[in-house]
């Protein structure tokens, strides 16, 4: 199972756009590449989920290089709202046997006015 | 829709006493996950299943046990509680396109 590598915190002041980049250089072939939003007092929840090039949804977009040994979730024109832990998950998700889902240590990004 | 629902939502314990926490998707998920998160830290996976009557380690299992009897729930059992299994336990299944869904979790103090 890849292991990841994020930043522990991050500051941001409301408006801004906020890159926050997971390392996974041993990702697998199979690996897709996950990100789960945390509040405080919350069960995670996902935001957006990817393997290569770009993909983008309503919340945020998710970039991978070619050699997909990191990702960067960016957040446009971030809120106080979006002050919680962010999560980089690596793992075969569309494995149908014994699959270890194992969350890295998150990136804590505080928003300010 | 429920999603997934965690059964206690808080619980206090005496050192050595045993309790059960529930876990219950009405999604059909066949993937479920038990994780604690210690303040401040992040998710640690004790325990998961792949399916009704299967259940493997995760990082931290020791000091848990689990059952699967059902598919639509997920148990975690403390034999013997100890202060330092004091923790918010979270649940989660996953769907086949792998997204995970998390319960509201369930907070522990083991005094």
């Known amino acids: 199972l890849a292991k990841t590598t994020q930043p522990i915190s991050m500051d941001s002041y409301e408006g801004q756009e906020v890159n926050i980049t997971c390392s996974h250089n041993?990702?697998?072939?199979?690996?897709?590449i996950t990100w789960y939003q945390q509040f405080p007092s919350q069960g995670p929840r996902f935001i957006i989920q990817?393997?290569?090039t770009k993909v983008t949804n309503e919340v945020a977009s998710l970039f991978i290089p070619a050699d997909r040994k990191s990702s960067t979730l960016s957040l446009p024109r971030v809120s106080l709202s979006d002050t919680a832990v962010y999560y980089c998950?690596?793992?075969?998700?569309?494995?149908?046997?014994?699959?270890?889902?194992?969350f890295g240590t998150g990136t804590r990004l505080l928003v300010s006015p | 829709n429920a999603g997934v629902t965690q059964t206690p939502k808080f619980r206090v314990l005496k050192t050595g006493q045993s309790m059960t926490l529930l876990c219950a998707q009405d999604?059909?998920?066949?993937?479920m996950y038990w994780y604690r998160q210690d303040p401040g830290m992040g998710l640690r996976l004790i325990h998961y299943?792949?399916?009704?009557?299967?259940?493997a380690k995760g990082e931290v299992p020791d000091g848990y046990n689990v059952s699967r009897l059902k598919k639509q729930n997920f148990l975690l059992g403390l034999e013997s509680a100890a202060p330092s299994q004091t923790s918010v336990y979270f649940c989660?299944?996953?769907?086949?396109?792998?997204?995970?869904?998390f319960g509201e979790g369930s907070r522990l103090t083991v005094l």
């Open positions: 999604m059909n998920h066949e993937y």
């Open positions: 041993n990702i697998a072939t199979n690996d897709y």
């Open positions: 990817g393997y290569k």
């Open positions: 998950l690596v793992g075969d998700l569309m494995n149908t046997g014994f699959q270890k889902l194992v």
């Open positions: 299943s792949v399916g009704e009557g299967t259940t």
């Open positions: 989660a299944s996953r769907g086949r396109d792998g997204e995970l869904f």
